[in-house]
């Protein structure tokens, strides 16, 4: 399993941003898949979830609005779009693919991050 | 939100000593806990999920214990490799939380 995020950048707030998530290694279409975000020295953060059709979609409550998670089964590819970013958005971003049904419980593979600095 | 409060924020431990963190949950989670490993500058890893079955290729000196509101993450005989951040997650709600951590440090 690998997956390899991309995307992150210096930008500045209000800004908008698309990360991007390589899967391969397993068979995408299969797992949902997750964002997860880590501010530098802080702690983990769940963003958003997606199920593996797209049917089911969820976000913590603190990013709705501003963050769209999508997935492209066909690319094996999962995205994350953020809109008027502001500096506490200044973090860390991980792909994560779940296990389970649905949203899935966990997650049991992680990619290494990708760095979205929001400043002017 | 489901609010997952983890203590110790951080401990301090030698090599060989028995090491416990909790996690305790805003409301009952059933079974639906999970608990990661992160060490500096690398991905979290999954170490235990729903409480107490652990990963394949995790040390069995890890064990998960707990139900409802309060869980434990017990460490037997503390490993140089073990010297890392603890995070738990909860996965009964669809919005998904984790606690903020608990840093193990050497003593």
């Known amino acids: 399993v690998q997956l390899v995020e991309s995307g992150g950048t210096l930008v500045q707030p209000g800004r908008s941003l698309r990360l991007s998530c390589a899967a391969s290694?397993?068979?995408?279409?299969?797992?949902?898949m997750h964002w997860v975000r880590q501010a530098p020295g802080k702690g983990l953060e769940w963003v958003s979830g997606?199920?593996?059709?797209?049917?089911?979609?969820v976000y913590a409550d603190s990013m709705k609005g501003r963050f769209t998670i999508s997935r492209d089964n066909a690319k094996r590819s999962l995205y994350l779009q953020i809109n008027s970013l502001r500096p506490d958005d200044t973090a860390f971003y991980y792909c994560?693919?779940?296990?389970?049904?649905?949203?899935?419980?966990?997650?049991?593979?992680w990619g290494q991050g990708t760095l979205v600095i929001v400043s002017s | 939100d489901i609010e997952m409060t983890q203590s110790p924020s951080s401990l301090s431990a030698s090599v060989g000593d028995r090491v416990t963190i909790t996690c305790r949950a805003s409301?009952?989670?059933?079974?639906?806990l999970n608990w990661y490993q992160q060490k500096p500058g690398k991905a979290p890893k999954l170490l235990i999920a729903?409480?107490?079955s652990l990963q394949s290729g995790v040390p069995s000196r890890f064990s998960g214990s707990g139900s409802g509101t309060d869980f434990t993450l017990t460490i037997t005989s503390l490993q140089p490799e073990d010297f890392a951040t603890y995070y738990c997650?909860?996965?009964?709600?669809?919005?998904?939380?984790f606690g903020q951590g608990t840093k193990v440090e050497i003593k």
């Open positions: 994560a693919k779940a296990r389970g049904s649905s949203l899935g419980h966990n997650l049991d593979n």
């Open positions: 290694g397993f068979t995408f279409d299969d797992f949902a």
């Open positions: 997606i199920s593996l059709n797209s049917n089911t979609i």
């Open positions: 409301q009952s989670i059933s079974s639906y």
């Open positions: 729903a409480v107490s």
């Open positions: 997650q909860q996965s009964y709600s669809t919005r998904w939380t």
